[in-house]
């Protein structure tokens, strides 16, 4: 500044006389008396501190999207054959008469397999860049499918799924994303249970031309002061390892893309009742 006499968006950091610390943008110029004599400066201030956060904020999510489209090419074809993994081994568990140390050794080949599942999931969430795809989609069907993935996990906990799907058109739309939509919403339901719960999965159509999918629980809810919450990323309730709270926030994500609304409704006594709102289109 001495040797120009000015300075031009100047970046720094400063500490307010409140004792925050702030990102500074400043622009000064020294000031002169009559006498040619340095007499101060004029200088404006400019706290860029939420501008700085926010860049930081997108040069993260520029860094996730480049991660995710190179893991989502490895995950896509990881998923599969760990599919069949799980499916089969959950077969043979369901075989009556097995070995106890056979069906130890069979539970650790599920649950490893499903933690791999899981750590795919997760990455495959943050790869959203594939183009949706727009085929006809059979809803009721696509609640048959997930309810089949999952029985192991429902049997499990013996629980009790009770469906009432009734006829519904179908509707232009991306069956793997709403897949992961279902899926989602049931697995939480899952977890919310006590063993023995009741999981009730409904479709109905209404004349405003939408289809609703309802999931209910008898759970143990969420509690009021978390409602404005779920739906954030990264939001989870679950032990490390067990959640990342990305579920809800990616089918957020995927039924808004599709012109649709997510809602609940949840208390403590009740357990929690989940409405995805479709356009028929
Ligand atoms: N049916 C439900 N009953 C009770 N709490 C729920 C239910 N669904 C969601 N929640 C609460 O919302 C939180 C966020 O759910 P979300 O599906 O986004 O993440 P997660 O299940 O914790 O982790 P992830 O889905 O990424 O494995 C959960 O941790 C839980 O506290
Ligand atoms: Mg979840």
Request: aromatic share 6%.
């Amino acid at each position: 500044m001495k040797k120009e006499g000015f300075v031009k968006d100047y970046e720094t950091v400063l500490k307010t006389v409140d004792g925050r610390t702030i990102n500074a943008l400043i622009t000064a110029t020294l000031r002169y008396d009559e006498e040619d004599k340095l007499c101060g400066f004029d200088a404006i201030i400019k706290d860029i501190t939420t501008w700085k956060k926010l860049q930081e904020q997108m040069a993260r999510a520029d860094k996730l999207a480049s991660v995710g489209q190179l893991a989502a090419g490895v995950a896509h074809e990881i998923n599969n054959p760990l599919g069949i993994i799980m499916g089969y081994t959950g077969m043979l568990l369901s075989e009556d008469g097995l070995p106890p140390e056979v069906k130890e050794d069979l539970q650790t080949i599920y649950q490893n397999a499903e933690t791999c599942k899981k750590i795919i999931e997760d990455l495959l969430k943050f790869s959203r860049q594939s183009p949706a795809k727009h085929e006809p989609v059979d809803l009721n069907a696509l609640i048959e499918e997930v309810s089949g993935l999952l029985s192991y996990q429902i049997e499990e906990k013996e629980i009790i799924l009770k469906k009432d799907l009734n006829e519904i058109p179908t509707t232009m739309a991306d069956p793997d994303k709403l897949r992961q939509v279902i899926m989602n919403i049931i697995l939480n339901a899952i977890h919310a249970v006590e063993v023995g719960g009741t999981i009730k999965v409904s479709t109905s159509h209404d004349e405003n031309g939408f289809i609703c999918i309802e999931i209910s629980d008898n759970g143990h809810g969420i509690p009021e002061e978390l409602h404005g919450r779920v739906f954030e990323p990264f939001f989870t309730t679950k032990p490390p390892g067990q959640g990342t709270g990305l579920g809800l926030a990616v089918s957020y994500g995927i039924v808004r893309e599709h012109g649709g609304t997510i809602t609940f409704e949840s208390s403590r006594q009740r357990g929690t009742t989940f409405r995805v709102h479709l356009p028929v289109v």
